[in-house]
């Protein structure tokens, strides 16, 4: 077919029940002008290496599942384009997280992160009974419609320093949602999620290397979040001080 070229592809190999270490295999094939990188691994697991496991599930940029690390950068396989690599492509799993085989990451304890900021509209019950829908404007949106674009992808964790060097930090993409409700009109939970945000692995753990930014597919800006959080949280924590010595 016009068009085709022959690529290599060096996938990183793991199961941890049965290798004491990962190992990469190699395949060459035959690739289609308009794949992208997710098209290729499905078509090494369809006709060349059924063993291969790697996830994916909407193909449209929307699920986030199918995060990669190739060529050494955290990317979003069903988004990323193989025209942009030369003859050899290495593909290998996100970083920071376990491996459970192959390119296949383990994210249930970053999903524990995420639950800690407290991701949903905390408001009074009584409020929402008496004053009914709650209308927003156009500018009361916009304040925090950015940060609510993550597709919890998790490449933000992969480029990440501070994750590698820090387990316990909440993490770019749990403190930009935590920031985006602190941001929502709607919401009473600021004074909860900023307690968290100053704790031990919060938001001033952060060493502003913007990687995350970077590397984001949806452009949620999530260390803009992170340094907003950090001015906001500076402010409310000097204004708790003077209140509590007396002030109004």
Not at 147 to 172: K, Q, T, W
Request: a negative charge.
């Amino acid at each position: 077919m016009e068009g085709e070229t022959k690529k290599t592809f060096v996938v990183t190999r793991f199961d941890p029940d049965q290798d004491e270490a990962p190992r990469t295999d190699t395949y060459e094939i035959t690739v289609q002008p308009d794949w992208k990188v997710l098209d290729a691994l499905n078509h090494i697991k369809d006709h060349v290496d059924p063993t291969l496991s790697h996830r994916w599930s909407c193909r449209m940029a929307v699920c986030g599942s199918c995060g990669m690390n190739v060529n050494g950068e955290p990317k979003l396989t069903c988004k990323d384009a193989l025209s942009d690599y030369g003859d050899t492509v290495e593909v290998a799993p996100l970083a920071n997280f376990p491996v459970i085989r192959d390119l296949v990451v383990e994210m249930e304890g970053f999903m524990e992160k995420f639950k800690a900021v407290k991701p949903w509209i905390m408001v009074a019950k009584e409020r929402a009974i008496e004053e009914g829908t709650y209308r927003q404007s156009p500018e009361e949106l916009d304040a925090f419609k950015q940060f609510s674009m993550c597709i919890n992808c998790m490449l933000c964790y992969s480029a990440c320093p501070v994750v590698s060097a820090e387990p316990d930090f909440l993490g770019p993409a749990a403190i930009a949602l935590g920031h985006r409700y602190n941001q929502d009109s709607r919401d009473e939970g600021n004074a909860e999620r900023n307690e968290v945000f100053r704790d031990d692995g919060g938001v001033f753990a952060c060493s502003f290397a913007n990687e995350c930014s970077e590397v984001c597919p949806k452009n949620v800006d999530p260390s803009g979040a992170v340094q907003q959080a950090k001015l906001l949280n500076v402010i409310d924590w000097a204004t708790g001080l003077v209140v509590s010595r007396g002030g109004k």
